[in-house]
């Protein structure tokens, strides 16, 4: 299984950008889908989930600026991010857990937020 994350990039405080994460190989049913991000000397946390039933959680911070979605037609997560913040930055990674429990992660996308 491999996920690729992409969409990652530089953007000015205020901008957008639209993260996508595909996965691939024998996945046999996804239930969760996250993305998670991690700053400079930060630990790891999560930004935002959603579930094959549709459930939705999101951080505090990003509340009300991002947008996970995902196409479980082509087991696809997106996160879109709206009024980036400079404190937004890091690298951003997707998770998926699968129906037997079973997690992965992708390798990651930048993103850096400028002032």
């Known amino acids: 299984v491999q996920l690729q994350a992409s969409g990652g990039g530089l953007v000015q405080a205020g901008g957008s950008l639209r993260l996508s994460c595909a996965a691939s190989?024998?996945?046999?049913?996804?239930?969760?889908m996250r993305w998670s991000r991690q700053a400079p000397g930060k630990q790891r946390e999560l930004v935002a989930s959603?579930?094959?039933?549709?459930?939705?959680n999101y951080a505090g911070s990003v509340k009300g600026r991002f947008t996970i979605s995902r196409d479980n037609a082509k087991n696809t997560v997106y996160l879109q991010m709206l009024s980036l913040k400079p404190e937004d930055t890091a690298v951003y990674y997707c998770?998926?857990?699968?129906?037997?429990?079973?997690?992965?992660w992708g390798q990651g996308t930048l993103v850096t937020v400028s002032s």
């Open positions: 190989g024998s996945i046999f049913s996804i239930n969760a």
């Open positions: 998770n998926i857990e699968t129906v037997a429990g079973i997690g992965y």
């Open positions: 959603i579930t094959r039933g549709g459930n939705i």
